[in-house]
């Protein structure tokens, strides 16, 4: 059997415990994990410089070696989080629905683990401790697939944190990596109906191209964003300002961040220019429409391409448009359903902004920037869902539960 | 540009206005819909009569032919269905959760329609009207695309709906009708990513297998069913008879009927040979393990490959168990997760195995064949999920919906 399988059938075989436990049981594994994991610092920190050593020896970036690198404070911040998950409440186990039938079946809905998750991420080691935390809370067992760059940090750090379960009540097996770094392993994974009940790609672009493609297993998509600003035509200045510059620079690297301002051509004609002044002096790189170019003549021009780029760096698309109506459309054509905004003082656009556009969060007069989990109170976010099946936008700890119905009769039979 | 992906363009434009329409508007178009399916009767008979002549010429089975059949009765029947559709609650425009920030956004998470919806499925012309009607409720697009059998029947029906749309509020482009008979037009459908939200299969388990193992448009799937009961030691003889015998007999072409009768060897030494002999006089074939085979010389021995065998037939496998641990172990080794019965008396197993059983629904001395939407109170259903994303057992209305968050503010940035 190799490495995948393996694991994925542990994972699976522990699962059938994992769903069983108590919300205290599995409040105290995420402390005893925490506490382990400050515990081992050292060790940790040892095997991650492996991992940067090997990086910079590759050429690898600095920054990236920065989000790679652990630190003690760091390691202390990782289990920090840990701590909060334990303090959430426990998603598993509720009765959602309860009801009687008129030949006296009587039906419960009830929240249940999803079962076996597998994560399939890029380079940060403290992924791979948060998808650890946020399963075992909501009773699943996963197998993490993180990125190569990281391998000997996941493996310190998944170690460590097995020798931990082991003396909970959680089984050691419901938390496996998988160590292959071929994309082999990936692509076994993708393939594991009845062993994975999920697969959750974190990543790239590519990496979740990859993952929509070629999985058989059920896929919640998360991740890409194209998302646009609509700075409509009665928007008071400093605040349309505010938000959009915040969208664009505050951290472009991020899905919710902004790719492409609209700007109402009456609010561009009297203002483009001044807003235009102050993202270039904060080193925005600007692409525009023809009608932009005639205002801004520093602009290059803006292909249907840029429209559909998520630059992920300071690089803006500005398009000057008529109304409402043609912003709503240049969302339909280029937007990826993630988080759209509308500035505006004018109360019917905003509702029909907020009405017809089809994205996980639609904002009105605030920045795109707060879909995540932990600006919305969830306290902890697996990834930011943008499907519309079984979870949109910022996924919490219900997103990671399933349902199933309990029927108790007392001898029904189907007539 | 194909048919599928032309139809599938104008059915995302369609889901556009759809996604704006009122509960009265919505139903006052199903309403309409069931009208002119009446009206238009007999036409829609005429174009079945070509499809059931050519079926006869091709050697379809009379069973099967009658499946297909439509008569002013049926067509009846299938219109009071859209009727049926149109009384229940609307599940979208809900406010599912509403919650302020300290930072003074106020959050509102709205169930809102799932876009466009693919239905892939076999002959019976009753799921065109069935998919379209509850898709169209829910504010959805909806690409259907029928098996070749009925093509003729299903080209008509749509003509006819698509007609009677014309006069409602809802875009006659929101019924969408893929004639192509090729297994091309199915493959291109399962690859419309941005096209179509969703996919859901509804047909037997190769059509399903083809479209979970080859589509990148999220799917839920439906129907595969191994379902189990099992008789416990306390089990009382009358009921447990009656609940298995219904569960196997009752209608064993579908989903929710058993498929192997697990038995406690208690129960089994004594109620076994009255049992079967129930079951031997109903026709049903008997497979059993070795210790099945002791009491019931007549049963041929039960492979591995039998327990893993939907039969949907007049055949039982019969296993003999230690105890509920055994029980659970096999329903673990070979269900699918759909729906599975424990008929005892003694409640501590009953808990135990609703508690530890994955499946979609779980049953305590009741038949397994009360897993459907209608039976569950939902008034209709698109299919039954066997899957644990978005869905999960006998899928109502609300199903066929999403979320999104609305998000208002007054100039908040992210710090």
Known sequence: MSEVRGKAALAKAAAQIMNRLTTNEK????????????????????????????????????SLLDRLKLTPDRIQGIAEGLRQVAELPDPVGETL?????PNGLRIEKISVPLGVIGMIYEARPNVT??????????GNAVVLRGGSAALESNRRIVEVLR??????ALPADALQLVEDPSRASV?????????LDVVIPRGGASLIRNVVDNATVPVIETGAGI???????????????DIAFNAKVQRPS??????????????????????????LAADVELRGCERTRAILPEASLASDGDFATEYNDYIMNIRIVDDLEQALRHIADFGTMHSECIVTENAVNAASFLQRVDAAAVYHNASTRFTDGFEFGYGAEIGISTQKLHARGPMGLPALTSTKFRVHGNGQVRG
Chains 1, 2 share one sequence.
């Open 27 to 62: 409040n105290e594994a995420l402390l005893a994990l925490a506490d382990a994991l400050v515990e081992h610092r050292q060790s940790i920190i040892a095997a991650n410089a492996i991992d940067i050593d090997r990086g910079r020896a590759n050429g690898t970036s600095e």
């Open 97 to 101: 629905e309860t009801f009687e039938r």
């Open 129 to 138: 401790v948060d998808a650890a935390g946020l399963c075992l809370k909501t």
């Open 163 to 168: 020798e931990a379960l082991a003396g909970t």
């Open 187 to 195: 692509d076994e994974m993708l393939k594991l109906n009845g062993l």
């Open 227 to 241: 998302c646009h600003t609509f700075v409509d035509e009665s928007a008071a200045y400093d605040m349309a300002a």
């Open 254 to 279: 991020v899905c919710n961040s902004m790719e492409t301002l609209l700007v109402h051509e009456a609010f561009a004609s009297q203002h483009l220019r001044t807003l235009a002044d102050r993202f």
